[in-house]
């Protein structure tokens, strides 16, 4: 989305992205390499978009069909933005902050430690649910989700992000595989689905269509896809192409998934006038309503695929979310003058991943949480996580708005028309869903 893709040579000091004040030479894409955008990508499809996405198909059927794709292209927008700041500056999205000033300091270090203790909690128990389902006798909800978050902190403290991404890859490949599957059972219409495509407003949608364009994939870990490809290797503006055929390959494959879901809600529960129960369980109302349509083993393959995407969004913002951590304290740390956390600079491959405020918030992330599980969300917390929540995508819009059309950023770098236009409108959008986040919670 930058003017050009390949930066000319640039006088004087070397310039942040570039070598010896000369461009780097562009490194050709390959599909070999594709990994940071899947890791990104599965970590934000959780159970829960999942179950957005059924619900509305569920009320409207293929007529919001074009606010899925639409979804999609503002996600391969912010996320390409993210990864070009990365790799044009040198710098992490959160030292881009800072620069913006103390506010953002001040903002992340409160929607952090308040969204991983709740996170934690939600991640621990959607990974719960499917398992529960499949082995009903084994043991009781609670004692899974301890076991699922264990797992995770066991699996991410042990290993480096080469090995997440590999298993990463593997549950979007599960993810993919049983969804399209499911998807071409319920044997979709083709006409509909292809009306879908026009945009349209039924009465009584507008927050669905919102939802549907905002909330599949748009999470915390967006941010983090610039850490990701740091620790892929990818250091300069030479692997912009390749970031670019990444992200772009996940956000398709996830705009897929996507539209596959849409249609199982409209073919099982819009034909059938069937309800989801709320929140993630809602998933096991799907399970039974595929046991009784297609077998057991399609209803067995369906609880796989939902565990796929509720433990991979676990694995991946157990280490993503670190990292982005893990930066957070050195640069504080490097303000007041302090020494930086060794390891964490952020082209420093897999240092940071063994520094204390990564495996710190890693425990943040597990055994507070854990506490949520045997008790209802306290009402103080519940309200400061939606409106921190809710704050955070308008702000990772207009933060990346603001620093990618400044001189903070290599001027062959900075937004072009179109960047700006879909970052603008992904702003607006989510200040729209913030709005509204904010006038539901329980006040």
Not at 195 to 213: D, E, K, N, Q, R
Not at 287 to 303: H, I, N, P, Y
Not at 379 to 391: E, P, S
Not at 423 to 442: H, N, Y
Request: proline fraction near 5%.
């Amino acid at each position: 989305m930058a003017a050009e893709e390949t930066a000319p040579g640039m006088s004087g000091s070397a310039a942040p992205g570039t070598t010896g004040g000369t461009a780097p030479a562009v490194r050709r894409p390959s599909w070999k390499k594709i990994g940071p955008g899947v890791v990104v990508a599965a970590t934000g499809v959780g159970a829960g978009d999942l179950v957005a996405t059924l619900v509305a198909g569920s009320k409207f059927g293929y007529t919001l069909l074009w606010a899925a794709v639409i979804g999609c292209i503002v996600k391969i927008a912010l996320a390409e933005a993210t990864g070009r700041w990365h790799l044009a500056t040198g710098r992490t999205i959160f030292d881009g902050w800072r620069g913006l000033g103390a506010w953002t300091t001040v903002y992340f270090a409160g929607y952090v430690v308040i969204w991983g203790f709740v996170y934690g909690a939600t991640a621990m128990s959607s990974s719960a649910l499917p398992l529960q389902a499949l082995f009903p006798d084994a043991l009781p909800l609670k004692a899974w989700a301890v076991l699922t978050g264990l797992v995770g902190l066991l699996f991410v403290w042990t290993n480096r992000y080469a090995v997440v991404e590999k298993i990463m890859m593997a549950f979007v490949g599960v993810m993919f595989l049983v969804v399209v599957y499911v998807a071409i059972r319920v044997s979709p219409d083709l006409g509909d689905a292809l009306a879908g495509l026009v945009p349209v407003l039924p009465s009584g949608s507008m927050i669905y269509t919102l939802g549907l364009i905002g909330g599949v994939g748009g999470t915390i870990t967006m941010a983090a896809y610039g850490y990701w490809i740091n620790a892929k290797g990818w250091a300069d503006s030479s692997w912009m192409r390749m970031m670019r055929l990444d992200n772009r390959v996940a956000y398709l494959t996830t705009g897929v998934f996507v539209v596959a879901m849409l249609i199982i809600g409209a073919e099982l529960l819009h034909s059938s006038h069937l309800a989801l129960a709320s929140g993630d369980k809602g998933l096991l109302d799907l399970e039974s309503v595929l046991e009784e349509r297609f077998g057991s083993s399609t209803a067995t393959l369906f609880l796989i695929g939902f565990f796929a995407a509720s433990f991979s969004s676990l694995v991946g913002v157990w280490h993503g979310v670190s990292l982005m951590f893990a930066d957070f304290v050195a640069r504080v740390r490097a303000a007041r003058g302090g020494p930086a956390e060794a390891g964490v600079a952020p082209l420093a491959r897999g240092e940071q991943e063994r520094s204390l405020p990564f495996r710190g918030y890693l425990l943040w992330l597990t055994f507070p949480p854990m506490i949520l599980l045997w008790l209802d969300r306290p009402f103080g917390l519940v309200v400061a996580y939606g409106v921190l929540g809710a704050f955070f995508m308008p702000f990772l819009a207009a933060t990346l708005l603001w620093l990618l059309n400044s001189e903070r950023t290599p001027r062959e770098w900075r937004n072009g028309p179109v960047s700006n236009g879909l970052l603008g409108a992904s702003c607006v959008l989510f200040l729209v869903l913030c709005v509204q986040q904010v006038r539901d919670l329980p006040w």
